[in-house]
Structures are given as structure tokens and as C-alpha cells.
């Protein structure tokens, strides 16, 4: 959710925090600010509602007031994604004890109220309405006995239930840069004679391409020359340095006008990525799930996948393909449910995480909870994910990394497309481990996957036909998708990323339920928007479409090149893709729903890359 970054280096890093910022701004966030130690060992703090630039503005306006340069070689810096406290120059962060302690957070203090109230019966004042406040004046308790910012702030950890990672700056240690890390991920960049903290990688990779990835309950100690990192037992660890393969470009918009318009324009590349090395001409590598996978695929009976949002989405595909291909049932089910009841896992389940970050709260959570009530019961776990180092990859006993590259827009949309590819190359894994998949059917599917860049690129060049229909959406505030089949949870994702960026109310249905009450919404405001592949089920669809256009429904159908449908006035047919199967066809028709709700957004005029009220990485409840 929010985003941290900290450093301390010889040179002053005002301006490596402000770079770090605004490469944090893709998660989403309210409100920033940053803190610095002087040359005179005074904490000074600038903090701005609205975008980065409202911060560096008025970073300006201080300097030009005050006639001082805002700088310093140890500091912290914070976008802000509200939870307790609307957004407001007092709720950003970083915030400040008694001029003594400056803390950034990320996360969620669950018991504040409780450490709030015995704070203020100690005299402690307070002047936001967050949860982070409790944090730099427990640490400022500690430091009333001891001169050790380290201690200090390990001993106030103990006073903290729920999650956090933290930057923490004090005037009692002008040379230290304290960073601890539970449940919200945390990473050190290592540089030479100076250090830093992120939320992730994409904020540094401007000063260093070499990263330490901090452990749950990991505290460490940064100073210019060294890194001490601690476990959550106080024991003195060295965690290995890790070299990022991404580019200072990466996150980059290059020539594109958006981030989602540019990893849209990156899928035909982030699958090629994808399928790298696990895949041969006709055989898919099982293996590349890890050394242990023929062994756990061959003990399973059935699939638990567990994910939330645009990977939820994904598992619903999942579920169709391994029901309907290789004969396993598959149950598929929204993280944040999961974890709040008694869920009833079998024996010879493989439980399937899937997030693009790896460290989504409530998948995490859910993980977590499988780990616990498996026992010596046959439960293996199996992470999707799009970064290395995440929770969620480094507690599974499997791991399968997608290659989306860095992924900035908050709609997801190269991050879906690979995982779907992942989910693709799992089930014909199973089948050909289990054997109820044969050599041709495995080949057919891996012949698909590797026309599917091809497919993508080409489903990309009916953007310009793609931008006109968008203008039906212009004065409407509601809309219908309807699909069969895998194209049903299709058009849940089409309908999510209307939602997300366009900020109009759209619902998915299967296209056979019109009748069971979405019928009675239809009228010339409410646009449906259907997926007609040409399959087994598209008899079936067209007699659905009639009913909606009967009732003088404006219809837009994404159908195959070969289909017999046309256009007709309040019917616009869009024959946007052909030789698809029945892998290739969720993945490819979804390319044209993101073009769409993309070109809806800018005629709506909404912040396409950053929806208000949204956050990148949900890494808080």
C-alpha cells in the first residue's frame, strides 16, 4: 500500500528520495512526505497532500521562504495510502516524537488504540489520526533509557501487533538508519559507502542494482559502511545480496502516454518471457515448477487455488482448464474469505497461491494458515508470483516465477496475462504427470502457447477500431459483460478494469443467467459488452445477444474473425482474433477488454494509472 523509502550516504539524499518517491507513486497513495537529518542534527520534515510534485513544490516554496537548502545524508520519505485518517497533511508521513525520533510505516498497528491511550496518559501529545504515531513515541520511550537507536526500536517492536515495515531516523544517532520488517515487505539496497531502504527494487535501481531482502521479523541496522540485519529472535544473521536484473528504464513510460497502455503494448513479450525455458518445441518442462514437482504433481488428487482481485480472475480460468482438460477437480476461492472461516482442505490437495506482488495480505494470510493445519497430511503449496523474493515465493514449497516485468499501472494487465500462461503450463504439467494428458494434447497446447505473443500483437493492432467504440461509453455510468465458459471470468476481468479506471459500475454475468434478473437492467444506457469466440458454446451466446438486443441494448461483441456475426445499428461487432484455442482464447480476448476499458478512461478523463482509492499492492487487511 504505502511506499518507504530512506537512506544515508555521503552526498545529500534529498534528491535519491524524491527519484524513490516517484518511482513508488504506481502503488497508490494519498499524500507524501520526507524527513532529513541537517548538519546541525535538527530534524526538518516536508509533507503535501495530492501527487510527488505537490511535494517537491513545496519543498521549494520552504527553501525560497526560509533562504536554507532542504538537505541532508540521512533521511526518510513516504507516500501515503490512507487507513485510519483521511488524507491530510497532519495523517502523512513521516511523522515526528518530540523533534527526537522521525518514522515512516507501512502496515497496520492493530492494538494503537490500547499503546494511544497509555501514550497520552504519559504526557505524549498527538496531532494525526493514524496508527503510526504510537510507533515514534514508543521508540522515544526507549530511547529515555538508552542512547541506542538499535535497541531501542527492537525493544518498542514488542509493543506492536499486526504488520509493519519501518524507517526510523533519530537525532540521539545522526549515523544510523534503522529499517524493520513484519509482514510488509522491506528491501536494503547496497551501495558503496552509502545504504538504502525501499518498499521494493524500482525505487533504488537509479543508485544501486544490489539488494538484501528483508526477512519476517528482520530489524536492521544501516550505516554508511555497514549492514547489521537481526532475526525476529535478536540473533545477529547476514542475509545473501542479491543482483536485480531490472533496468533503470523498466519503469520507465518511454513513448507511451500511460504505464497501463505500455505493459498492455508489453504482453507479447512479458509471455515470451513467460515461457523461457520451460517449454521445448512440443513438451512443456516440469521441472521449471521446481526439483520437487513430478513428485508433488504425481501424489495430488485435486487443486485449491487461493488469490484475490485480477488473480482471482485467473483462477477461475485455471478452474475450467483443469476440469475440462485433465480431469481434476479445482476449487478456486477469494483470499480474504478463505482465512475468516474453517475451510475443509483434503488430503492430496495442492494449494495454489496467486499474486503479482507475492505479498498481498490476505493470500499471504491464507498461506500461513495452510502451513499451520497441514500437518503430516499431503497439502504441498504452490506460488504464482512476479517477484523472486517475496513472502508468499519464499514460503511455498513450490515457486513459479511469471516474467512480467516490473508492472506500475494499478489495473493489472501484463501481470494476469502471464499468470494465466503460468496456470496454462501447471495444468498440462499435472495432466502429463498424472497421465491424463497425452504426448498430442501436450503438444497442441504448448504449439498454442507459443502462437499466443503472435495472437496478442495482432489482437493489439484493432486498437484504433477499439478507441471509436470506447466513445459509446462517454455519457454512460453503468455497464453489462456477459461470457461462456472461460470467457465468463473474462468478462469479470473486463468488468473489474472498468471499474478500476473508469470509475463507471460494471457487472459480469454468464451470458445464459440473463434471464435469472439481469434482463430487467437492459435499455439503451446500459451498453453489454459479450465475448463470442467461435466454440462449442457460441450458438448458445448469439441467442443471448438477441435478447439483449431485442430490448434495445447497445451490444458490443468481441467475437472471432470467422464468426457469422455483423454489425448493425445498436450491434457493433469487432472481429478482433481467429485460431485461437481453448487455452489461447481467454487469454487473447482479455487483451481486448483492457484496450477498451483503457480508451473509456481517457475519454472519461480519470487518473488512468493511479484509480483514487486504490492501491498497487494490497499488503495490509
Not at 483521511?86 to 518530540?98: G, K, M, T, V, Y
Not at 542475509?239 to 533496468?247: A, E, G, N, Y
Not at 443467467?513 to 437492459?522: R, S
Request: aromatic share 6%; charged share 20%; hydrophobic share 40%.
Amino acid at each position: 500500500m504505502c511506499g518507504i523509502v530512506g537512506g544515508i550516504a555521503e552526498r545529500s539524499v534529498t534528491p535519491i528520495l524524491l527519484e524513490g518517491l516517484r518511482r513508488l507513486e504506481y502503488r497508490g497513495y494519498d499524500s507524501s512526505g520526507i524527513a532529513l537529518l541537517d548538519s546541525n542534527n535538527v530534524i526538518n520534515r516536508v509533507r503535501a497532500l495530492g501527487k510527488i510534485k505537490q511535494l517537491e513544490k513545496k519543498i521549494e516554496q520552504e527553501q525560497e521562504q526560509e533562504q536554507v537548502s532542504f538537505s541532508g545524508n540521512i533521511g526518510i520519505a513516504h507516500t501515503r495510502w490512507a487507513t485510519h485518517g483521511i488524507p491530510s497533511e497532519n495523517n502523512a508521513h513521516p511523522h515526528i516524537c518530540n523533534n527526537k525520533v522521525a518514522v515512516v510505516h507501512n502496515g497496520i498497528i492493530e492494538n494503537y488504540q490500547v499503546l494511544k491511550q497509555a501514550q497520552i496518559a504519559a504526557g505524549y501529545r498527538f496531532t494525526s489520526e493514524t496508527d503510526t504515531e504510537v510507533v515514534g513515541h514508543a521508540i522515544h520511550q526507549q530511547l529515555e533509557s538508552t542512547d541506542d537507536l538499535l535497541l531501542a526500536v527492537t525493544r518498542a517492536l514488542n509493543e506492536f501487533e499486526g504488520a509493519y515495515a519501518l524507517g526510523v531516523i533519530a537525532i540521539c544517532d545522526p549515523d544510523t538508519l534503522i529499517a524493520a520488517r513484519k509482514g510488509s515487505p522491506l528491501v536494503i539496497g547496497v551501495g558503496i559507502g552509502e545504504h538504502f531502504i525501499a518498499s521494493d527494487v524500482s525505487a533504488l535501481l537509479p543508485v544501486t542494482q544490489n539488494f538484501i531482502f528483508l526477512e519476517e521479523g528482520d530489524v536492521a541496522k544501516l550505516t554508511r559502511e555497514s549492514i547489521e540485519i537481526y532475526d525476529a529472535s535478536g540473533n545477529r544473521v547476514d542475509r545473501p545480496v542479491k543482483q536485480s536484473s531490472l533496468s533503470v528504464t523498466a519503469v520507465e513510460l518511454g513513448e507511451h502516454r500511460h504505464y497501463m497502455h505500455k505493459e498492455i503494448c508489453e504482453q507479447p513479450q512479458a509471455v515470451i518471457d513467460t515461457l523461457e525455458g520451460r517449454i521445448t518445441q512440443d513438451k512443456v518442462l516440469v521441472a521449471s515448477f521446481g526439483p520437487q514437482a513430478e513428485t508433488i504433481f504425481s501424489s495430488i488428487d485435486q487443486l485449491h487455488i487461493i488469490a484475490c482481485g485480477t488473480s482471482y480472475h485467473a483462477g477461475l480460468v485455471a478452474k475450467y482448464w483443469a476440469e475440462d482438460i485433465i480431469g481434476l477437480p479445482c476449487q478456486v476461492e477469494v483470499a480474504s474469505e478463505f482465512r475468516y472461516r474453517n475451510p475443509v482442505i483434503l488430503n492430496n490437495t495442492l494449494f495454489i497461491t496467486l499474486s503479482q506482488s507475492g505479498e498481498t495480505a490476505d493470500t499471504l494470510a491464507a498461506l500461513k494458515q495452510i502451513n499451520k493445519k497441514r500437518n503430516t497430511r499431503n497439502i504441498p503449496t504452490l506460488a504464482i508470483c512476479n517477484v523472486a523474493e517475496s513472502s508468499l515465493t519464499r514460503e511455498s514449497d513450490l515457486s513459479y516465477l511469471t516474467h512480467a516485468g516490473p508492472e506500475i499501472g494499478v489495473a493489472s494487465t501484463k501481470a494476469f496475462t502471464t499468470q494465466l500462461v503460468a496456470l496454462a503450463l501447471l495444468i498440462t504439467s499435472i495432466g502429463k504427470i498424472k497421465k491424463t494428458l497425452d504426448e498430442k494434447r501436450e503438444s497442441q497446447i504448448v504449439s498454442g502457447l507459443q502462437k499466443l505473443p503472435n495472437l496478442i500483437a495482432n489482437a493489439l493492432t484493432h486498437e484504433k477500431e477499439i478507441e471509436t467504440i470506447a466513445q459509446l461509453f462517454a455519457d454512460k455510468q453503468h455497464a453489462l459483460f456477459l461470457g461462456r465458459g472461460t470467457m465468463y471470468p473474462i468478462a469479470m476481468e473486463g468488468a473489474l478494469k472498468l471499474k478500476e479506471i473508469s470509475y463507471i459500475h460494471a457487472e459480469a454475468y454468464p451470458a445464459g443467467e440473463l434471464k435469472h434478473g439481469p434482463l430487467a437492467l437492459i435499455d439503451e444506457n446500459m451498453p453489454v459488452v459479450a465475448i463470442a469466440p467461435l466454440d462449442d458454446l457460441l450458438d448458445k451466446l448469439k441467442s443471448n445477444l438477441q435478447e439483449v438486443k431485442a430490448r434495445g441494448g447497445q451490444m458490443i461483441v468481441f467475437e472471432d474473425e470467422k464468426s457469422d456475426l455483423s454489425s448493425e445499428s445498436g450491434f457493433k461487432v469487432v472481429k478482433a482474433t481467429t485460431n485461437v484455442g481453448r487455452i489461447t482464447a481467454p487469454i487473447t480476448y482479455n487483451i481486448l477488454l483492457q484496450l477498451l476499458s483503457y480508451h473509456v478512461a481517457l475519454i472519461k478523463g480519470t487518473d488512468v494509472d493511479q484509480p483514487r482509492n486504490l492501491a498497487k499492492s494490497v499488503t495490509v487487511e
